[in-house]
């Protein structure tokens, strides 16, 4: 038997604050076995899982609540690894870790384009002779290759699959750990944006096709989460708990107007300047997204600042991260 921290009320199993969280939650301790997923999750936090063949690692970029995503095969005498939605801002730190865990890098990977941070991968490929940029086809943007959903991501005997989850913009992609022999289990899906936990979706006809333990690990996270689970997000997350009309009232709110907005800039074959006007409108419209009607309160409750990158970022994510870019990616 081992000890077990139970938050209360309803906080799930999988899902875990980290050692940063300030709110300390009321506790109940008691002794119980932990759940499947939260110690394979566990093993995977600490870093391998699959027989030792996948190292794992979540990594953290404070100003934009970004996670980053370090998936390696160490069983390869290559050690082949892969990013997932690099920060230009932390590129030097994940390329030291990369470094130190005798990896090589081969695809740096983007969910969508991100419009509070600009991506590392356009600064990774300098530093990195023969890295690829990785992002998929509806996005807009510019990058190695273009994926579609379906596709599949070798690095070693590990792959990603590619899931269309569009929803936050029409080019997001949920990556998940392949269905087969030798590749890690429970699955693991990295939603971007598409789903953070408790919050966003709906992009069940995707994600919530995947088993009930598959681990979740978000793009974003403000309240102090890691991962959640399949089932634990069907459980309680407040957007797909609703009936379909009152999910309706929250998509068509003031609160979802502003995503639209979101997903008209990275699908426009529109100028970079007319881009940065866009993104400024955006922003006359934020009061309004965290104000709006109670049934979106909870994102009021973020307390969210307002997307500083926003105009510089959405440009430059078009274009692989890089903000004068050469002629040619």
């Known amino acids: 038997m081992v000890l077990q921290l139970r938050l209360i009320p309803r906080l799930a199993a999988a899902a875990r604050l980290t050692p940063a969280t300030s709110c300390a939650p009321r506790l109940l301790l008691r002794r119980a076995p932990l759940p499947p997923a939260l110690a394979m999750a566990s093993a995977y936090s ?5 027989g030792r063949r996948l190292l794992f690692r979540q990594l953290f970029e404070k100003e934009s609540s970004t996670y980053t995503y370090l998936l390696a095969d160490v069983a390869d005498p290559d050690r082949p690894a892969v990013l997932i939605d690099p920060v230009d801002r932390t590129v030097d730190r994940d390329l030291n870790l990369i470094k130190e865990l005798g990896l090589k890098l081969v695809f740096a990977m983007n969910t969508h384009v991100h419009a509070d941070h600009v991506t590392g991968t356009g600064l990774i490929k300098t530093k990195v002779p023969g890295v690829k940029s990785v992002i998929s086809k509806a996005s807009g943007a510019k990058a190695d290759h273009f994926v579609d959903h379906g ?3 070798h690095f070693g005997n590990l792959f990603l699959e ?3 989850t569009p929803g936050h913009t029409s080019g997001c992609v949920t990556y998940v750990t392949g269905d087969a022999d030798g590749q890690p289990s429970p699955r693991m899906a990295f939603t971007g944006d598409a789903l953070i936990i408790r919050a966003c979706g709906r992009t069940d006809f995707q994600i919530f096709t995947l088993p009930k333990d598959t681990l979740l690990y978000p793009a974003h996270d403000y309240k102090g989460f890691t991962v959640s689970t399949v089932e634990e997000e069907a459980a309680y997350n407040a957007r797909l708990t609703k009936d379909k009309e009152t999910f309706k009232t929250i998509m068509n709110s003031k ?7 979101i997903w008209f800039i990275p699908n426009s074959h529109i100028s970079a300047d007319m881009l940065t006007l866009l993104a400024k409108l955006i922003l006359l419209f934020w009061d309004e997204r965290k104000k709006s009607d109670n049934l979106v309160s909870s994102w009021a409750d973020l307390n969210l600042s307002y997307p500083k990158m926003m105009d510089v970022a959405v440009p430059a994510n078009l274009v692989c991260g890089i903000q004068d870019p050469p002629p040619k990616i």
């Open 255 to 261: 609160f979802s107007q502003v995503d639209m907005y």
């Open 46 to 50: 600490a870093g391998y899982g699959a």
């Open 151 to 153: 596709d599949k991501i």
């Open 162 to 164: 590619v899931r269309a």
